[in-house]
């Protein structure tokens, strides 16, 4: 079991940044595949970023790569998704979530989520 708690969302103006936090409960943190998708109003749940459990691997979605950056801390038991140059179009809740297969885009192959932490950019 995993338990994982968002926290760095806000409101920030385009071009900005915010750095995401995502800490994890559980000894075998450093097992899970970890990543983040993100949901805005009306629309679908969408895949934004996963990393590997070692770290040394990462997958981004086309519209935030270049511009996000995904890291974790096994020590700390916390995944990061540092967000920059961001746009309107990224406001969306965020949501941090693990599993133990492999870095997947589709929401379902992931077994655990967060609460989500709300994002806002103003134009």
């Known amino acids: 079991q995993v338990q994982l708690v968002e926290s760095g969302g806000g409101l920030v103006q385009a071009g900005g940044s915010l750095r995401l936090s995502c800490a994890a409960s559980?000894?075998?943190?450093?097992?899970?595949?970890m990543g983040w998708f993100r949901q805005a109003p009306g629309k679908e749940r969408e895949f934004v970023a996963c990393?590997?459990?070692?770290?040394?691997?990462?997958r981004y979605a086309d519209s935030v790569k270049g511009r996000f950056t995904i890291s974790r801390d096994n020590a700390k038991n916390t995944v990061y998704l540092q967000m920059n140059s961001l746009k309107p179009e990224d406001t969306a809740v965020y949501y941090c979530v693990a599993d133990l297969g492999y870095l997947g885009s589709n929401y379902h192959e992931y077994d655990y989520w967060g609460q989500g932490t709300q994002v806002t950019v103003s134009s």
């Open positions: 990393i590997s459990w070692s770290g040394g691997n990462t």
């Open positions: 559980g000894r075998t943190f450093s097992s899970y595949i």
